[in-house]
């Protein structure tokens, strides 16, 4: 025995004397909606009961532009009703509909044009574009160029059409029962027993249930939350700080020369406001003229306050971090950034102009370059990735200077970002006079892997799908 819902039933009793119609016509008949209906009968279908064809229509809308039209008739048609003999070309001009109508005339060959003289073409006329203007059709080329200058606008209509087969016709004809079923027992119901006559609703176990779409948080605001987590675990202190920034801090702080390329405008967001430069800044343009107190023998050249005093975006969060040194310059220090960088960069798929970087500092008496390996190594480890290597790089103001390298199976080996020890010539302008291990990862190269995505820009696409699909991520398990 074939088992059915209550409205799988009411559907075929209602089909018994419909025969065949649309979902809308159905739904207002049992009252309810177009959808709803369409879910029973793909569920009648499954049981050989019921039919369901999707039929899709082409309709065509007129834009404002096409409604103005439609009344006056197409720029071309009303510029071609001056065209008189002995029209001038400054005659036309007068009109409105010149800039685009002349421009139709001419592509179409409707007029010819000698000089300033302008004359209809033998046996010209705009009759055919009209009456695709009043009755477009899919198949004629004029209806599409219409579309194209954006006078109609090409709409798909879907409508359902339901048909009962024969053996859902006969299980209609023989009877079904179509008493109310009760769906969920209350608490009187069980009490008092009446649940032992009441019509209670089956239900097939076999059945997936409806996927339910909660609501959650951006999958990549969850990596980034994870990111903090684990760094918070390990002992960090957490930095914030203003996206603007000045230059000092954003550049000339780290050591990085005023004529370095990084400080270019095609690389750098420049605004137009500046800020005074702190106390103690000398310090640091001593370092880059001359390379100051230190055995250094700096960048050398000519170093400019008002360049110095310029702000931008920045371009790393390490701002953050040499600020934070220098308000701090005694040990132990453990501190990290999440946040966004601007460069001026070509979007791609892997490029974006604006992007997330995370920044970490250590700073304490006896750390090594090897203590900077193993908090890479370990924060690798527990974001899921098991194989990690560094090799060698160079950074203006890390020395030695390394790059990571994560494996992915079926993609090798991916850098992942720049680390290493802080140059003398950072450290000893602020005071500090133990060793600064820091690094600046990419946050969205990380997103990138663990989510399976190729295109960055799916990050911050309002993709419903992709929301939907993405399963809430876990805190993996790893570490060294």
């Known amino acids: ?151 109609l606008q090409e709409s798909e209509t879907v409508r359902y059409v339901i048909s009962a087969t024969p053996e859902g016709l006969r299980l209609a004809v023989k009877g079904l ?95 137009k406001e500046t800020l005074p430069l702190p106390e103690g800044y000398e310090k640091v343009k001593a370092m880059h003229i001359s390379g100051g107190d230190t055995s250094s023998t700096g960048w050398g050249g000519v170093w400019k306050e008002e360049k110095a005093e310029q702000c931008v975006l920045r371009t790393h969060t390490t701002s953050l971090s040499i600020q934070y040194l220098a308000q701090h310059p005694n040990p132990p220090v453990k501190a990290f950034a999440v946040g966004r960088v601007y460069r001026r960069e070509t979007i791609d798929t892997t490029h974006l102009a604006e992007f997330e970087q995370l920044e970490g500092i250590v700073m304490d008496e006896n750390v090594t370059f090897g203590n900077l390996l193993g908090i890479l190594r370990e924060f690798y480890n527990r974001m899921g990735f098991e194989s990690v290597r560094f090799k060698p790089s160079f950074y203006p103001y890390t020395e030695p200077s390394l790059d990571a390298e994560v494996y992915v199976d079926g993609i090798g080996w991916i850098e992942m970002g720049g680390a290493g020890v802080f140059r003398e010539e950072v450290t000893a302008p602020l005071g500090i006079k133990y060793p600064v291990l820091a690094w600046g990862l990419g946050v969205s190269r990380i997103a990138m892997l663990r989510l399976g995505l190729k295109d960055l820009r799916l990050l911050h696409k309002s993709d419903v799908a992709f929301l939907r699909e993405t399963p809430s991520l876990r805190p993996t398990k790893g570490g060294i």
Do not use: C
């Open 1 to 151: 025995m074939v088992e059915l819902t209550q409205n799988e039933k009411r559907l075929l009793a209602t089909l018994e004397k419909e025969q065949k119609a649309d979902a809308e016509h159905l739904a207002s008949v049992m009252g309810a909606t177009p959808e709803a209906v369409v879910q029973w009968a793909h569920l009648a279908g499954d049981k050989g009961l019921a039919g369901v064809e999707r039929i899709v229509e082409k309709t065509f809308v007129y834009t404002d532009e096409g409604k103005a039209y439609l009344k006056n008739g197409l720029p071309e048609t009303q510029l071609l009703r001056f065209v008189l003999p002995g029209t001038q070309l400054v005659d036309l001009q007068k009109h409105d509909v010149f800039k685009i109508g002349f421009g139709q005339l001419r592509k179409k060959g409707l007029v010819n044009v000698e000089g300033t003289s302008v004359t209809k073409t033998p046996g010209t006329s705009t009759d055919a574009d009209e009456a695709a203007l009043k009755n477009p059709s899919a198949s004629d080329p004029k209806t599409k160029d219409l579309i194209k200058r954006g006078i």
């Open 177 to 271: 029962d179509l008493r109310e079923e009760t769906g969920t027992l209350t608490r009187e119901q069980i009490i008092s027993g009446a649940w032992k006559t009441a019509n209670l609703r089956r239900y097939d176990v076999s059945k997936l249930p409806k996927k339910a779409y909660p609501g959650k948080i951006h999958p990549y605001q969850r990596i980034i939350g994870e990111m903090r987590e684990i760094l918070l675990e390990m002992g960090f202190t957490e930095l914030y700080g203003d996206i603007v920034q000045q230059s000092f801090w954003n550049f000339d702080a780290l050591f990085q020369p005023q004529d370095h390329p990084a400080r270019e405008m095609q690389d750098t967001f420049y605004l």
